[in-house]
């Protein structure tokens, strides 16, 4: 990250902007905090175990999201802490919310760096875990299980060549999606923005009107829903890809109920526009899907407000934000291997209660669901809901109206960015939320990223009770 503060700050330099010495003592400030920790751990004999690696991981968000604040506040920007922090949180959990207004004026420094803590929050931190962590004796892949969902079989030997394959991968889309934005008529420094926050699935945009800026460029519109799939499928897919052996596992099973809810829901929802705005099948179709893809992939991305399509449009974007990409991915919501797992533990569950005596498993894919697995997803699926209702209570409480409050909290734990209504929709922003509920929604978004059971298991007493 003290690298990374040193590129908005080229940025603004070039420009003439004063902010590119904020960006540079907060690169300074970053790289000393980071020098004292490696000094004060260099010489420690660390012993991995379930406890360090749950603080680890909050630890690590926590003080990304805490530095990451720091060119927001001390910038020209007139912004509080909350809503500096909210931003920096917003783009280290790539929720893509966003509590600044007039983007379209605003310094090239802070809008690439919005764009960079997305890029940063994404596969790039499970890559750096992988890739590190091995070499502080410290489980790397235990790790990026407690961050990530993905319980993918080890398909490589070493846990250094996964790291280096996954940020191939990550790095590798990145540069061809900024690439074909530029050749479908995007400027150089809006590719580079939208690059880096459709890989990332964040969303982030540099125009106040998202997407909309480019109305009327199809091809912009078709680039990203493509980059935005890419970014939601298991990035061990992409290591498959070039490994022989595992080409008859590419395709998993959430990967294709993925794909397959992308075709059904946007075909009907072309249709609905069809027939409620005479609006031409093949524009409609478009539209439909860059605005679909978007939500159940947590981008949050629009060129439109979708809710003004009707009830049945709303209900399809209001399901689609609880349910999110693949394991492995960028993406944020409950994803859709758990949906999987919680469907097939239910059939099985309910035939042996009509033919007690039979041996019935529940399978995914060609494995077995055990007991651990069925019980994580419950698990997961209580605290989702129940993190949902308390957190609409607390935006209730700090002035929300409902609608805002509960699409609100949906909105921060599934990481897609714009809620419903007309305050945070997508015509919308967080820009006129007070800082309580920021607080609130900062700690949902976290919560969200992490999957909640690495971040609620810190507040019980068995943690902290040995």
Not at 22 to 47: C, D, K, W
Request: hydrophobic share 55%.
């Amino acid at each position: 990250m003290a690298v990374a503060m040193l590129f908005p700050a080229i940025f603004d330099l070039r420009d003439g902007t004063p902010d590119w010495l904020i960006f540079i003592r907060s690169s300074l400030f970053t790289a000393v905090v980071s020098s004292l920790v490696f000094l004060s751990t260099q010489n420690s004999q660390v012993r991995f175990s379930p406890r360090l690696g749950f603080m680890l991981t909050v630890s690590l968000w926590v003080t990304a999201a805490l530095l990451g604040s720091i060119p927001f506040y001390f910038s020209h920007l007139p912004i509080s802490f909350a809503t500096a922090l909210f931003e920096s949180t917003s783009g280290i959990t790539a929720t893509g919310s966003t509590a600044l207004t007039g983007l379209d004026q605003m310094p090239r420094g802070i809008l690439i760096w919005r764009s960079l803590l997305c890029w940063i929050g994404g596969i790039g931190f499970i890559g750096l875990a992988l890739l590190l962590l091995p070499s502080l004796r410290i489980g790397g892949v235990q790790l990026f299980h407690m961050e990530s969902s993905d319980k993918s079989e080890k398909i490589l030997p070493r846990v250094n060549q996964l790291a280096i394959g996954i940020i191939i991968a990550y790095c590798g889309l990145t540069i061809l999606c900024i690439l074909a934005f530029f050749a479908a008529g995007m400027g150089m420094f809006d590719a580079i923005n939208h690059g880096l926050t459709t890989i990332s699935t964040a969303g982030y945009s540099t125009h106040d009107s998202s997407f909309g800026f480019f109305e009327g460029n199809n091809a912009i519109l078709i680039v990203a829903m493509v980059f935005m799939t890419l970014g939601s499928l298991p990035f061990i897919l992409y290591i498959k890809a070039v490994i022989p052996q595992q080409m008859p596992n590419l395709l998993d099973p959430q990967i294709k109920l993925f794909l397959a809810l992308i075709a059904i829901f946007t075909f009907g929802l072309a249709v609905l526009l069809r027939i409620s705005s005479d609006m031409p099948f093949g524009t409609a179709l478009l539209t439909a899907g860059f605005h679909f893809i978007s939500v159940i992939t947590t981008t949050g991305f629009a060129t439109e407000d979708y809710t003004l399509w009707g009830p049945a449009a709303v209900g399809v974007f209001f399901l689609a934000s609880f349910v999110g990409g693949c394991a492995g991915s960028t993406s944020g919501g409950m994803k859709i291997n758990r949906i999987i797992i919680l469907w097939r533990t239910t059939q099985a569950s309910l035939t042996r209660l009509v033919m007690p005596h039979a041996i019935v498993k529940a399978r995914y894919g060609t494995s077995e669901i055990t007991p651990d697995i069925a019980q994580s997803a419950l698990l997961y699926l209580f605290l989702y809901f129940a993190s949902l209702v308390l957190g609409t209570m607390a935006l209730a409480i700090f002035g929300l109206d409902f609608v805002s409050a509960f699409t609100g909290a949906l909105t921060a734990l599934s990481n897609v960015g714009p809620g419903l209504g007309e305050t945070i929709g997508p015509a919308g922003n967080f820009s006129t939320i007070n800082d309580n509920a920021l607080w609130v929604l900062s700690y949902l978004m976290l919560a969200g990223r992490l999957e909640l059971i690495t971040v609620v298991i810190l507040f019980t007493r068995a943690f902290w009770v040995r």
